[in-house]
């Protein structure tokens, strides 16, 4: 399913994050910049553990809502973005970071004049974020980027693991108002 931002399509598909053959693909990353499971064990197994030396190197954590750019190591994928989803807690300043991870991601992304960008669902695995909040959020703050900031991208595309998290955002892209 996708649809059009102007000049950019939103696209959701399902399939595995590590796979995607776009300028930047997004991490759920933890604050420390760890490995660990999830999406974050799969961009370490396909990447390389250069990818989180890396984030070592460069910077020492990542806070909630923000993200830190590296290359893509064997990835097909150029750059990693390592964005920090909240650990759902159940109070409305969950969507707040939520929606700041998403859109800093696209921030890095218009620095680094990178053209596509492919997200995970962030939060909705390990940090426990409801899929049927979070999906609405996720798509609403890529939209008001793309519709409210200058940037040069192309295509952002939502990367769903399950046929469960692609129905959610599905549903969601539905009821979204462009
Ligand atoms: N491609 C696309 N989506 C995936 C993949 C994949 N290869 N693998 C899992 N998902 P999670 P979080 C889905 O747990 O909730 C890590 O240990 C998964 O089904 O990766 O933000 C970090 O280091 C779920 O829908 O991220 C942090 O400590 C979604 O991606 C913590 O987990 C996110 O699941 C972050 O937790």
Same mark, same amino acid.
């Given at each position: 399913m996708q649809i059009q931002i102007n000049e950019t399509t939103l696209e959701l598909i399902q399939g595995d994050i590590t796979q995607q053959d776009v300028d930047a693909i997004v991490n759920a990353a933890n604050e420390s910049l760890a490995a660990g499971g999830g999406v974050c064990g799969a961009i370490y197994e396909a990447g390389g553990r250069e990818i989180f030396a890396e984030c070592r190197q460069y910077y020492k954590c990542c806070a909630t809502g923000e993200a830190v750019i590296t290359g893509g190591g064997?990835? %097909?994928?150029r750059n990693v973005i390592h964005a920090v989803g909240p650990?759902?807690?159940? %109070? +409305?300043r969950d969507a707040e970071l939520l929606a700041d991870a998403y859109r800093n991601s696209l921030r890095v992304a218009v620095k680094d004049k990178l053209q596509s960008v492919a997200f995970p669902?962030?939060? %909705?695995?390990? $940090?426990? $974020? +409801?899929l049927d909040e979070a999906a609405p959020v996720a798509l609403k703050a890529v939209k008001d980027f793309l519709q409210t900031q200058s940037h040069q991208l192309s295509l952002v595309r939502f990367v769903l693991f399950d046929d469960k998290t692609l129905q959610e955002f599905e549903n969601a892209l539905k009821h979204l108002e462009i």
């Open positions: 064997k990835l %097909t994928a650990i759902y807690s159940g %109070t +409305p669902s962030l939060s %909705t695995g390990i $940090y426990g $974020y +409801p």
